[in-house]
C-alpha cells in the first residue's frame, strides 16, 4: 500500500529548483530533447519573432542617432549641368550707326573704303550661350539654428533609449510567456503521472474487489464501480495528452525550437520533454515583502514614463528654435563655359533667416509642446502611483499562492491518510468500496491541487520579481 501511495505523490511533486537550476544541454538522438526551463528562456529570448522585431527597433533606432549627428558638419552638395539650345539664350541687334558720332564718322569714311561704310550702317544681330557647361560645389556650415541640431541629437538618444527599453518589455512578457507554458505543461504531465498512479491503485483495488466478488462476500455492480471509474481515468487520461501536445506546440513554437518531422511525412510537430528535477522544499520559501517605492526606479515601464517626459521637453525646445533666426556660413566654387571659353571662381558666404509670418503658427506649436510636456509629467507621476500598486498586488500574489500551496502540501499529507485508512478498512470488512473510491478520488484531486498550486506560484514570483524590476 506504501509502494503505490509513493507513487501517487510522486505525481504529486513539481520541481521547485526547475527555475534556478543550471541549464543541461538537451539530449537528442535518444528519444525525446530534454529541455530546462532556463533552456527555453534563452531559445525564445533569442529566437522569438517578439524579440527580433524589438531588436530592429533599436537598431533603426541607432541609425537615427547616427543621422542626427551628421547635422552638426558641413552640408555639401554638388551641382553640373550641360545644355545644348535649337538657338541661342542670350540675343541682341547692334545699330553702329546709333553709336558712332559724326566726328567719328569723317575720320572712319577717310579711312574705309565705301563698301565698309555702308555695311556700318545696318544692324548686326548677334546671339549667345547656344551650348555649354556650368558646374559648383557648395559647403554650407550652420553656426546657430535655434538649438534645433542639439536637441534634435538629444531626441534621437532618447529614441535609442526607449527602443533599448521596449525590448527590456518585450523580453519581461516573453520569458513570462514562457514560463506559462511551463508550469501549464508541467501540471499536465504531472497530472498524468498521478493519473498513471491512480489507475496503477485502481488495478490493485479491482484485483481485491474481484477476489471478494468471487469469495461472495461482495457484490459484482461492486466490480462496475470500479471499472465506471477506471473508465474515467481514461478519459481523463486522453484529455491530458490532447492538452500536452497542444501545449507542446505553444511552447515549441513560441520558443522556436527544432520541430521533429512527423511519422506520418505530413507537416512536423515538436517532440520534446521539460526537465523536472525533485522538489526541494527549501527553494519553496516566501521572499522578503517590497518596501514602499523599492524598485520604481529600475522598472522598464517607469523609465520610459520618464523619457516621455524628456522627449516632450526636447521637442519643446525645438518649436521655440523653429521659430528663431539661423545663421549658417559657405563658401563654393563654380566653373562654366557659357561663350565657348572656360571661366572659374570661388567664394565665400553668410547667410542670415528670420522667420517673420511663422511667428503666428509658431507661437500655438510651442505652446501646444508645453502642454503635452505638461501632460507627461502628470503621467507619470499618476503613473508612478499605479506601478506601486501592481508592486504591491504581485506581492500580495506571492503570499496568497504560498499559502495555497502549503495548504495544498497539508491536504495531500490528509488525503494520503484518509485513502490508507478506507483501503485497510475495506479489506477489514469494516468499510464500503463507494467510500474508499471516494477517498481515492479525493486524493487525486488533492494532488492536483498541489500541482497546479505549485506552477501558480511560480508564475506569480515571476510576476513579483518583474514588478519590482528583477
Known amino acids: 500500500m506504501k509502494k503505490i501511495l509513493s507513487m501517487i505523490a510522486l505525481g504529486c511533486t513539481l520541481s521547485a529548483s526547475a527555475q534556478v537550476s543550471t541549464p543541461l544541454p538537451h539530449r537528442e538522438g535518444q528519444g525525446e530533447s530534454l529541455y530546462t526551463l532556463d533552456q527555453l528562456k534563452d531559445s525564445a529570448l533569442h529566437n522569438n519573432i517578439a524579440i527580433r522585431s524589438a531588436k530592429y527597433g533599436v537598431e533603426a533606432a541607432q541609425q537615427q542617432r547616427k543621422e542626427a549627428f551628421t547635422k552638426f558638419f558641413p552640408n555639401v552638395s554638388g551641382t553640373g549641368l550641360w545644355f545644348n539650345a535649337n538657338k541661342g539664350m542670350a540675343k541682341m541687334d547692334i545699330d553702329p550707326s546709333g553709336i558712332i558720332s559724326p566726328e567719328l564718322g569723317a575720320s572712319l569714311a577717310q579711312m574705309l573704303p565705301a563698301e565698309a561704310l555702308a555695311a556700318m550702317s545696318n544692324p548686326i544681330s548677334m546671339s549667345m550661350m547656344k551650348n555649354g557647361t556650368i558646374g559648383s560645389l557648395m559647403a554650407v556650415q550652420p553656426v546657430f539654428a535655434g538649438g534645433q541640431i542639439i536637441n534634435g541629437n538629444k531626441l534621437a538618444k532618447v529614441g535609442e533609449e526607449v527602443n533599448q527599453l521596449q525590448l527590456q518589455l518585450s523580453e519581461n512578457e516573453v520569458e513570462k510567456t514562457v514560463e506559462q507554458y511551463f508550469w501549464q505543461l508541467a501540471s499536465l504531465q504531472e497530472k498524468m503521472k498521478t493519473i498513471n498512479a491512480v489507475d496503477t491503485l485502481l488495478t490493485d483495488i479491482y484485483k481485491d474487489v474481484d477476489v471478494a466478488v468471487r469469495a461472495g462476500v461482495a457484490m459484482r455492480n461492486n466490480l462496475l464501480q470500479v471499472q465506471l471509474r477506471r473508465n474515467d481515468i481514461e478519459s481523463q487520461r486522453l484529455k491530458l495528452q490532447n492538452g500536452i501536445s497542444i501545449v507542446k506546440q505553444l511552447l515549441g513554437q513560441y520558443a522556436r525550437l527544432t520541430p521533429a518531422p512527423s511519422p506520418t511525412g505530413e507537416g512536423s510537430s515538436y517532440s520534446f520533454n521539460i526537465v523536472l528535477p525533485a522538489m526541494n522544499e527549501q527553494v519553496c520559501s516566501l521572499p522578503s515583502s517590497p518596501r514602499e517605492g523599492a524598485g520604481l526606479s529600475l522598472l522598464p515601464e517607469y523609465q520610459l514614463l520618464g523619457k516621455q517626459v524628456e522627449a516632450t521637453n526636447l521637442q519643446k525646445k525645438m518649436a521655440i528654435g523653429q521659430n528663431l533666426p539661423t545663421v549658417a556660413v559657405g563658401a563654393g566654387y563654380t566653373y562654366h563655359n557659357l561663350m565657348e571659353k572656360d571661366h572659374s571662381f570661388g567664394m565665400i558666404f553668410a547667410t542670415v533667416s528670420v522667420p517673420i509670418s511663422d511667428w503666428w503658427g509658431g507661437?500655438?506649436?510651442?505652446?501646444?509642446?508645453?502642454?503635452?510636456?505638461?501632460?507627461?509629467?502628470?503621467?507619470?507621476?499618476?503613473?508612478?502611483?499605479?506601478?506601486?500598486?501592481?508592486?504591491?498586488?504581485?506581492?500580495?500574489?506571492?503570499?496568497?499562492?504560498?499559502?495555497?500551496?502549503?495548504?495544498?502540501?497539508r491536504s495531500i499529507e490528509q488525503a494520503e491518510e484518509n485513502l490508507r485508512l478506507n483501503r485497510d478498512y475495506y479489506r477489514a470488512g469494516t468499510s464500503r468500496l463507494s467510500d474508499l473510491l471516494e477517498a481515492q478520488l479525493l486524493y487525486q484531486q488533492a494532488c492536483d491541487k498541489h500541482t497546479d498550486a505549485f506552477a501558480d506560484y511560480h508564475q506569480k514570483l515571476l510576476e513579483y520579481r518583474q514588478s519590482i524590476g528583477l
Do not use: P, T
Open 363 to 409: 507661437s500655438h506649436a510651442i505652446k501646444r509642446r508645453k502642454l503635452e510636456h505638461q501632460k507627461a509629467v502628470e503621467q507619470l507621476e499618476d503613473n508612478a502611483q499605479l506601478l506601486q500598486i501592481r508592486m504591491q498586488n504581485a506581492w500580495n500574489g506571492v503570499e496568497e499562492s504560498y499559502l495555497q500551496l502549503q495548504l495544498a502540501q
